[in-house]
């Protein structure tokens, strides 16, 4: 069975700071991983999605890079604004049906 | 730009009670899920529906729960008997392709309180 562990659970941090959210998964037979956003009382919103045949993929000020083999993504927030405060959910889908297993997730702070 | 919906946004309802939880997925998707997140604890899969059937369940998705799309834009998760512990957060998903190449969308979700 899939487990998936976020360091840090939670992260305050001032305006402009570079970030490194990570993601450890116990199951390195990966179909692909991805990268939510989570607002307070608000859906997922899917920032990068990485297939298991690519290293990295980037969308403006976010980079996700994937280590299949040693079972790790990373989300590098680069310019932190207090907007990007959220939590952030890693999501690896393994298995014949490709259904992701949700991290508990990184609670960010960026504070002005 | 279009999105997935979701409705009622609160419900509270009473131990034992059947409960309908209300989707509109993004039209010209083929492919539907359910997940639910206990306050606190991660998100879960519960059902994923294609072609107009169950393709994939998980533990949580027993004979208490099912899944119906009973026209062409509803997709709706009704929950039989409800218990306190199915109090949670339910989020509706959709997607036009397979999630191994595509994303989901995501609902704002409906806030279940179980009493």
Redesign the interface.
Known sequence: KQEVTQIPAALSVPEGENLVLNCSFTDSAIYNLQWFRQDPGKGLTSLLLIQSSQREQTSGRLNASLDKSSGRSTLYIAASQPGDSATYLCAPASGGSYIPTFGRGTSLIVHP | EPE?TQTPSHQVTQMGQEVILRCVPISNHLYFYWYRQILG?????LV?FYNNEI??K?EIFDDQFSVERPDGSNFTLKIRSTKLEDSAMY?C?SSDM???Q????????T?LLVL
Do not use: C, H, M
Request: hydrophobic share 30%; net charge negative.
């Open positions: 997935v604890q991660k998100v879960e899969f994923s393709s994939e998980s989020f998903a397979d999630i191994s595509e994303t989901q969308y995501f609902g704002p979700g806030r």
